[in-house]
């Protein structure tokens, strides 16, 4: 086993371990017999707190599924998958439904903003729903963070495709949860608006603390996050820290001509 098993407590993550997410030994397995394909094969991995990662990899390698099962949308075949101390495999429904609500949250390619609300309303939907307030003071941190002041009364339609993927990350952040999750998340946007989105989610790493995993098939997208791991066949077969566009890109060169050549 490696050192990150070791969970280790230190000041700035209030009291919680530096380590948000963790995967033991997963697999993910859909179908059986001849059609049995092994989406994740016995994956190992912790995501830090207050770091930026991104998950990378050819179509098919199991991105979209081991963020699922991080964020417990999907179940595992075997292994374990931790939030923090809480370990979310074997839990029932409607805990893990609760445990989403409350500790994680997502940003999806399609904004999945609701039409007939305000920008506003749309941010703070999900704590309306768990009958939670909204902390004020942190709110408009988040709406200033994402730039949104002048168009929170704006409904989605009224709204740019980057805004509105801005008010989908603002409504992630919103309810402060211990970890966001996002499949491509600008995967819809013009590279403007993607850099715009990507910028703030950078920005919530680094002065709100916040916690965040985003696959995606960009280079430039990946070089926002302080860490990127490479999945193939359902495995991790690489990490890159402090990445840049160039050096992903010459990661995924290097890949697609081993891939060629095995
Ligand atoms: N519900 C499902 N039923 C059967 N097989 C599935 C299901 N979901 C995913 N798979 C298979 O699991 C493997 C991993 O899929 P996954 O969606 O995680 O890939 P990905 O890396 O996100 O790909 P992409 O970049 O195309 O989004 C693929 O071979 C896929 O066909
Ligand atoms: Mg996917």
Known sequence: MTSAVTITRHGGTGGRTAVAARARQVVKAYGSGETRVVALDTVDVD????????????????????MHCLAGLDTVTSGQIYLDDTEIT???????????????????????LLPTLSALENITLPMDIAGRKPDKGWLAQVVET??????????????????????????????????????EPTGNLDSRAGAEVLGFLRRSV??????????????????YADRVLYLADGRIVDEMFKPTADSVLDRMKDFDARGRTS
Not at 157 to 168: D, E, F, N, P, T
Not at 207 to 218: F, K
């Open 90 to 112: 074997g839990l029932k429904d409607k805990k893990l439904t609760q445990l989403r609500r409350d500790r994680i949250g997502f940003i999806f390619q399609a904004f999945n």
């Open 206 to 223: 680094d002065e709100l603390g916040q916690t965040i995993v985003m696959v995606t098939h960009d280079p430039v997208a990946a070089s």
């Open 146 to 183: 994402v730039g949104l002041a002048d168009r929170l009364k704006h409904r989605p339609g009224q709204l740019s495709g980057g805004q509105q993927q801005r008010v989908a990350v603002a409504r992630a952040l919103a309810a402060r949860p211990e970890i966001i999750f996002g499949d």
């Open 47 to 66: 995501i830090a707190r207050g770091q930026f990662t991104a998950i990378m990899g050819p179509s098919g390698s199991g991105k979209s599924t081991l």
